[in-house]
């Protein structure tokens, strides 16, 4: 019980330093850094909240290939430094007034409407498979078929968007010293 | 086991954690990391719920907002390159203009 409760508020901490670390580093790399402690941590929630599945998926499709993605794309584009000098120096202030405006009304939502009480305890049959991969992969399968399926035609459109969005075209490059490549 | 609201907060602080760093950075690669924070808290507070409901479904949501997030990454990534190429740059104060 305490041990739990000791163990969430200390994910907590990290999660949210992590996230305020990736916020605020000048450095795109330690962002993204940042951002897999915060989605490890997050991984670890998972499960504590009996979703085994989900948390080993938040791992590999998260916190690999997607971060993998995005450091290789910062890296790529030598775009790690990026000078912040601003044009509008009245927007960040107001963004994190806003942004506490937006905190305070959700806590009042949490507070007035909140579940207070612990959720409730798993029968023994529920509890034996909850979140595991047979019983998602039996929901996914028999419920969620159509949106499945639906899911792989917008992964090849991603796909395909992706490729071509960064092809580039052969027939413009005659124009000089406007393809020198982006390396550094 | 600890209560539901507790995660529901820290769920609504990582989102307002990644609302501020939308709002605030400038640079296009970190604003997207703040929106990947954003649909990370709310699968966080889908498996939350699931587990208050005892219910499956909640956790089937989480698998497809993790495949859209996926797909977003892979097509917003290509985007910042592409216009990286013609604009030199990925501060998106410089990316004012329709045409490149």
């Keep these: 019980m305490t041990i739990e409760l000791s163990l969430f508020f200390l994910l907590a901490l990290i999660a949210m330093l992590a996230a305020g670390g990736m916020l605020l580093s000048r450095?795109?790399?330690?962002?993204?850094?940042?951002?897999?402690?915060?989605?490890?941590t997050v991984a670890v929630f998972f499960l504590l909240l009996g979703a085994p599945f989900i948390a080993m998926a938040q791992v590999t499709v998260y916190a690999g290939a997607i971060m993998v993605l995005f450091l290789f794309v910062i890296m790529l584009l030598g775009a790690e430094r990026?000078?912040?000098?601003?044009?509008?120096?009245?927007?960040?202030?107001l963004a994190v007034v806003l942004g506490i405006v937006l905190l305070v009304e959700a806590g009042v939502v949490i507070v007035t409407r909140g579940l207070g009480a612990p959720p409730p305890a798993l029968s023994e049959t529920a509890a034996a498979g909850f979140g595991g991969p047979q019983a998602i992969g039996a929901s996914l399968f028999t419920t969620y078929l159509l949106p499945f399926e639906v899911t792989s035609v917008l992964l090849l459109a991603a796909m395909v968007g992706a490729i071509v969005l960064t092809r580039d075209e052969k027939g413009k490059s005659q124009i000089p010293n406007s393809k020198s490549q982006t390396g550094k | 086991?600890?209560?539901?609201?507790?995660?529901i907060a820290l769920s609504a602080i990582l989102f307002t954690?990644?609302?501020?760093?939308?709002?605030?950075?400038?640079?296009?690669?970190?604003?997207?990391?703040?929106?990947?924070?954003?649909?990370?808290?709310?699968?966080?507070?889908?498996?939350?719920?699931?587990?208050?409901?005892?219910?499956?479904?909640?956790?089937?949501?989480?698998?497809?907002?993790?495949?859209?997030a996926a797909a977003e990454v892979a097509v917003g990534l290509a985007l910042i390159v592409a216009i990286f190429r013609t604009k030199k740059s990925i501060n998106v104060d410089e990316i004012n203009t329709l045409r490149g």
């Design chain 2, 17 to 68: 954690m990644g609302v501020a760093g939308v709002l605030i950075r400038r640079n296009a690669i970190i604003i997207f990391m703040s929106v990947e924070l954003m649909l990370n808290s709310a699968n966080l507070a889908f498996v939350a719920f699931a587990r208050q409901f005892a219910s499956l479904d909640g956790q089937i949501f989480v698998f497809f907002v993790m495949t859209v």
């Design chain 1, 27 to 40: 450095n795109a790399v330690y962002s993204a850094l940042f951002l897999i402690v915060n989605f490890a």
């Design chain 2, 1 to 7: 086991m600890v209560p539901t609201t507790y995660y």
């Design chain 1, 82 to 93: 990026l000078r912040q000098k601003s044009v509008l120096p009245w927007q960040a202030p």
